[in-house]
């Protein structure tokens, strides 16, 4: 009894998003062109590029290497995190005396043309005794790149 109770306790704490038939999540891979407010800096353009890390992506849950190139301000490599439409981004410009560094929450959209857009507010606790900004950005090419849904294993319910 203790045994077949075990099993059913660790079969009930799958995620619901790793359950057979859920459609994969969307893969927001791309060069984006960018317009943000910085509190410090003012108005500012920027391209950012995310690249999926399929080694490290389960599920729901997907690892992007990202990279934001400012003109006059340099380059800021780092990490995005998704889940579903909302991310979040470490990022860190290359010359580190800047202190230029933060973390941002984006929500992914479609754009006019099927292109992925989001929305970012960061947050840079180091940078001129801290700041904040906000980013639009949409991609330039249009892409679907979402995964057709997993097939089922069997032809009856539940697996």
Known sequence: MKATVYALFLGSTAPVWAAPGNPAPADYSGVYDCKGTDAHDGAYTAEV?????????VGNNTAYHFEMKVPGFGTYPGETVA???YAAIH??????????AGTGLARFHKAHGNRWAFTKFYYEPGYQGG?????????????NRVAPPVPEQSGRKGG
């Open 49 to 57: 590029t995310l690249t999926k890390n399929p080694r490290h992506s």
């Open 91 to 100: 990022f860190a410009n290359t010359d580190p005396k800047t202190g230029d």
């Open 83 to 85: 889940q579903g439409h």
């Open 131 to 143: 700041n904040h900004g906000t980013e639009e950005c949409v991609q330039k090419e249009a892409v």
